[in-house]
């Protein structure tokens, strides 16, 4: 069995190290382009791959060329996660339950919360179905060009949690930040879906001023390893999340 990463720039991906190194699984990175989309779920069908997950900037655009998608994906318009059952494609999202984990391991509960999150992507749509989900009271989302913009969020006075879905403040681009917490009177806590760097500008700030935060890893871990038990149609002992989480810690501070 066979499985990859799909996306248009992986070179400081950690999922290979996460399948292949640390759970011996065959595991590879393919970088593809827009319109080499359908070639690749070919070959997939073919048998190159007994399953993949996908990243940027396809977790929507992959959903027409699958058989079949889960209802949370579906609920979620975005697939990160493929099982190849002979030929047929199934698309699930694990990161639903990765970002669960995430607010979790913050001490976040979305419960009655005004929550903000950034971004209009992928992760922005797992976002706002979480927070539906979790009985959040009132869910808005910014986007660079949205009626919500990052000149105009800051109105939203009563904001108490807020996500960020956004690549800005990933690596190498470090010293970057999709928006300036101190500027939201009534914050409470602040996750962010990046974990390279491990502590982003934002997480960084959010520390600073006493809220409650936490990065992508968590996520970024709980993900991959819901993604395995589908691949594998087998559980996965949870006690490996912890030590899973540190091994890759000390990836980060290598890189």
Same mark, same amino acid.
Do not use: A, N, R
């Given at each position: 069995m066979k499985f990859c990463l799909l996306g248009e720039k992986l070179s400081h991906s950690l999922s290979k190290v996460i399948h292949e190194e640390y759970m011996k699984l065959s595991y590879d990175l393919v970088e593809l382009k827009q319109d080499e989309l359908v070639g690749f779920v070919n070959g997939v069908r073919g048998g190159t791959y007994s399953g993949f997950n996908i990243t940027i900037p396809y977790k929507k655009a992959i959903i027409p060329l699958l058989d079949e998608v889960d209802d949370v994906a579906a609920e979620i318009g975005a697939v990160n996660t493929v099982v190849n059952r002979g030929g047929k494609l199934k698309g699930y999202n694990t990161d639903i339950f990765g970002m669960k984990y995430m607010l979790d391991e913050a001490g976040i @509960?979305?419960?009655g919360k005004n929550v903000l999150i950034l971004g209009t992507g992928g992760t922005?749509?797992?976002?706002e179905v979480l927070a539906k989900r979790e009985g959040a009271k009132d869910i808005k989302k910014v986007g660079r060009t949205s009626e919500i913009n990052y000149g105009n969020c800051y109105e939203l006075t009563d904001t108490q949690v807020i996500i960020n879905a956004t690549p800005?403040?990933?690596?190498?681009?470090?010293? @970057?930040?999709?928006? @300036?917490?101190?500027?939201f009177k009534n914050l409470e806590g602040v996750v962010d879906c990046i974990y390279n760097p491990y502590e982003t500008l934002l997480i960084k700030e959010s520390k600073e001023l006493g809220l409650k935060g936490a990065n992508g890893l968590g996520m970024l871990v709980v993900q991959g390893l819901k993604a395995e038990e589908l691949w594998l149609d087998k559980p996965i002992d949870n006690r490996l999340i912890a030590p899973l989480t540190e091994y890759l810690k000390e990836k980060l501070r290598e890189w």
């Open positions: @509960d979305l419960k922005s749509e797992t976002s800005v403040g990933m690596y190498p681009h470090v010293g @970057d930040k999709p928006i @300036d917490v101190k500027l």
